[in-house]
């Protein structure tokens, strides 16, 4: 591969694995702007919720991921990957212009469908074009730009704070325009040319309920656990975290906001230097079983120690820390790596809908197991990365160096 080749390649990268950076920052800013809701338009823990429930953090992203994904294997991931940003665009107009309650829910629900079917587009076309030797490094890069997305999203929300919804509506302002720039940008793109070949073969085009048996279904349960119970963790721990912050540690608005930034800055890092560095070189297993570990020490300080801030900060640290080469890395990764070509976009569609829906379902008693004690919901949340803990460390797979032509040929169905 050429030097060029490899600077075209890291750029496809990039602008694929912005679809990160978009659905973090929609989460957060959402997240950054719920108690500033509540206060402006009087909103019940109920709706609160319901807020959570459908937006980009939930039902929406994954109703989107899992009709974006099926459309991605029959049309190929550009078409998708490109025109969805002008359907986010839509929605998160209504986010800035929001006027009634009604718009913030309508407006997280079109901007969570188009964050959806983005992801598996972008996530195959990243493992599709990565070098079989660094396919995690490629993959490391838009876990990265996940978390720069909330740390920019977080940092204006920081030196907005004084402007109250005025803020939060320039915030959701940056996105629109990052996605207009985005749809351009995306234009140039090429197809991948993996899938251009797999549309060419009869025999490369497996018909989707071959994902519900065999190994292909082992492997969509395996991804659906362990990234499932760790999502329910992450999403109602970063969409109500800041919320959590005022309404039980007493914290401000700004010094919410700033834990948070933090937080973020810390599993940036973690990506770089740990999952990037080392998952296309040693036992993916182990680095994925640390990762567990660590997160749960890091959950478990909320169950047993009065939330203040130092108490939070060393929270923040460690989740994020073990975050950075943990169960959303390596479920981005695996995800693609498990399915064949023509099936990778649906599965990995599919496996996400599962994660965002059920995370929409828990999503909605969040407020009222807050309202009964947030000891109960610490403990909760803990449970959840133990589990997700297990299922990873049992089910891992051993994928480094190989190229998804042997991966594929491996867990072909044998009849």
């Not at 629900?109 to 992801?119: E, F, N, S, Y």
């Not at 509506?169 to 207009?180: K, N, S, T, Y």
């Not at 989707?208 to 395996?222: K, M």
């Not at 937080?263 to 740990?274: D, H, I, K, P, T």
Request: glycine share 10%; charged share 10%.
């Amino acid at each position: 591969m050429s030097g060029e080749d490899k600077t075209d390649n890291w750029r496809d990268t990039i602008l694929a694995g912005l679809a990160n950076y978009i659905d973090a920052g929609s989460i957060v800013a959402g997240s950054a702007a719920l108690a500033l809701w509540q206060e402006s338009y009087h909103l019940s823990n109920d709706f609160v919720g319901l807020i959570a429930a459908f937006g980009p953090n939930a039902i929406g992203a994954g109703v989107g991921a899992m009709i974006g994904g099926w459309l991605c294997d029959r049309l190929g991931r550009k078409k998708i990957y490109q025109w969805d940003m002008l359907i986010y665009a839509a929605g998160m107009s209504l986010l800035v212009f929001a006027a009634a309650p009604w718009m913030i829910v309508t407006g997280f629900l079109i901007v969570g469908l188009a964050v959806g079917a983005d992801i598996p587009a972008s996530w195959s076309l990243i493992a599709e074009q990565a070098p079989d030797a660094s396919r995690g490094k490629h993959s490391g890069v838009a876990q990265a730009l996940w978390y720069l997305g909330p740390v920019v999203v977080l940092l204006m929300s920081l030196a907005l704070t004084s402007l109250g919804v005025l803020g939060a509506r320039i915030v959701f302002g940056h996105l629109v325009v990052i996605a207009l720039g985005l749809t351009l940008l995306r234009s140039r793109m090429k197809e991948s040319e993996r899938w251009v070949e797999a549309q060419k073969s009869a025999a490369a085009r497996p018909p989707i309920s071959s994902l519900f048996r065999g190994r292909y279904l082992g492997s969509i349960l395996g991804l659906a656990g362990m990234y499932g119970f760790w999502n329910l963790w992450a999403g109602t721990n970063g969409f109500f975290f800041p919320y959590i912050l005022r309404t039980v540690g007493a914290a401000t608005q700004a010094q919410s906001v700033a834990i948070q930034a933090v937080s973020f800055g810390v599993a940036m890092l973690s990506v770089y230097f740990m999952f990037m560095k080392l998952s296309d070189k040693v036992d993916q297993r182990v680095l994925f079983a640390v990762s567990a570990v660590v997160q749960v020490v890091g959950m478990a300080l909320l169950a047993v120690l009065p939330l203040t801030i130092p108490v939070a900060l060393l929270h923040v640290f460690l989740l994020q820390f073990g975050a950075g080469f943990g169960a959303q890395s390596f479920f981005q990764l695996w995800s693609a790596e498990q399915f064949p070509t023509a099936l990778r976009a649906t599965a990995q569609g599919l496996c996400f809908a599962i994660v965002r829906i059920s995370l929409g379902g828990f999503s909605l008693f969040v407020p009222m197991l807050n309202a009964t004690g947030f000891t109960k919901l610490a403990w909760i949340l803990t449970g959840f990365l133990v589990i997700s803990g297990v299922i990873g460390m049992l089910w891992a797979p051993r994928n480094e160096g190989k190229s998804l032509e042997q991966l594929e040929a491996e867990r072909a169905p044998t009849s």
